[in-house]
């Protein structure tokens, strides 16, 4: 019996995962519940049994999106050894696990309400996790005694442009590049004197 539940999970899991890819390759607002059971090779059915509705069906899935990198960015962070290396490591990973979404899998993302909450929770929470960090390097002594708070809203601040492909526009930056920028801009601005 625990075989069984173990296959259904592995199973719903993998639909879950093929779901994923679809919709940060294609965006999701054009593709209704028969259009991603043919590309999934599935039943509508199948899909039913994930959500009760397409609307629900986008959120599990962005939901999960963001849970997975989370996941990965705090696998990446827990390598850095200093505080300068945190705070880069996080910001390039937070782009590094975006760099699959197309651009209308975040024009989708923005424009339907239930994942744009969902995007903004994600953005403040990051931006508590960089205050988090840039607070602990000015306790080592690895940072200046900044305002964490305000660095971190503005950290977050952009963020939310380069997700929104704000930055991309206007400087041509791709997603990965742009956080490397951020990070290495904070990181400078925020470096203790001797550093």
Same mark, same amino acid.
């Given at each position: 019996?625990?075989? &069984? *539940?173990?296959?259904?999970?592995?199973?719903?899991?993998? !639909?879950?995962?093929? =779901?994923?890819?679809? =919709?940060?390759?294609?965006?999701?607002?054009?593709?209704?519940?028969?259009?991603?059971? &043919?590309?999934?090779?599935?039943?509508?059915?199948?899909?039913?049994?994930?959500?009760?509705?397409?609307?629900?069906?986008?959120?599990?899935?962005?939901?999960? $999106?963001?849970?997975?990198?989370?996941?990965?960015?705090?696998?990446?962070?827990?390598?850095?050894?200093?505080?300068?290396?945190?705070?880069?490591?996080?910001?390039?990973?937070?782009?590094?696990?975006?760099?699959?979404?197309?651009?209308?899998?975040?024009?989708?993302?923005?424009?339907?309400?239930?994942?744009?909450?969902?995007?903004?929770?994600?953005?403040?929470?990051?931006?508590?996790?960089?205050?988090?960090? *840039? +607070?602990?390097?000015?306790?080592?002594?690895? $940072?200046?005694?900044?305002?964490?708070?305000?660095?971190?809203?503005?950290?977050?601040?952009?963020?939310?442009?380069?997700?929104?492909?704000?930055?991309?526009?206007? &400087?041509?930056?791709?997603?990965?590049?742009?956080?490397?920028? !951020?990070? +290495?801009?904070?990181?400078?601005?925020?470096?203790?004197?001797?550093?």
């Amino acid at each position: 019996m625990d075989d &069984t *539940i173990g296959f259904g999970t592995r199973r719903r899991d993998d !639909l879950f995962n093929r =779901l994923l890819t679809l =919709l940060l390759a294609e965006g999701f607002a054009q593709l209704g519940v028969a259009d991603l059971a &043919t590309r999934l090779r599935c039943s509508k059915s199948t899909l039913y049994t994930l959500a009760g509705s397409k609307e629900q069906l986008v959120v599990a899935t962005v939901t999960q $999106f963001f849970r997975t990198t989370t996941t990965q960015v705090e696998s990446a962070v827990a390598g850095a050894v200093t505080a300068r290396d945190r705070v880069i490591t996080y910001l390039v990973a937070v782009g590094d696990a975006l760099a699959p979404a197309s651009e209308a899998f975040m024009t989708d993302l923005h424009a339907f309400g239930p994942t744009r909450e969902l995007y903004e929770r994600n953005t403040a929470a990051a931006a508590l996790r960089v205050q988090g960090l *840039i +607070s602990e390097g000015v306790a080592a002594g690895e $940072f200046r005694d900044v305002d964490a708070a305000f660095a971190a809203d503005m950290a977050a601040s952009m963020m939310s442009r380069i997700q929104r492909r704000e930055v991309a526009a206007t &400087t041509g930056l791709d997603d990965a590049s742009a956080y490397r920028q !951020l990070a +290495s801009i904070l990181t400078v601005g925020i470096a203790a004197a001797d550093e």
